[in-house]
């Protein structure tokens, strides 16, 4: 029998690879994700404002209370976005 432990980092990749699936099948998603984090993340609440307009301008939703795979997924974003930066 799966341990709660395991069966949360199973619900962590499932939501993740929901995420990926949908951004194969829209691929203009991914452009407007850069978008949105490029221009919120020199906010100071960067985060939090990146997960709204995420979840009000895509086809994505991130609950109000962020799950695991939420946050992730925004540090994932952000992670990104600040790369990019750094190779100019």
């Known amino acids: ?3 709660d432990k395991e069966l ?3 619900r962590i990749i499932d939501e993740f ?3 990926f699936r ?6 203009e998603l ?6 949105i984090a490029k221009e919120h993340i020199n906010e100071p609440n960067a985060y939090q404002r990146i997960a709204e307009e995420v979840s009000s301008q895509t086809t994505l939703k ?5 799950s695991e795979a939420d946050k992730l997924f925004i540090k994932l974003l952000m992670d990104v976005v600040k790369g ?4 100019y």
């Open 8 to 10: 949360n980092k199973q």
């Open 84 to 87: 990019d930066s750094m190779l």
């Open 62 to 66: 991130i609950t109000e209370d962020h």
């Open 17 to 19: 690879l929901r995420c």
């Open 30 to 35: 991914s452009a407007e994700l850069v978008r």
């Open 1 to 3: 029998m799966a341990s």
């Open 22 to 27: 949908k951004m194969l099948m829209e691929p």
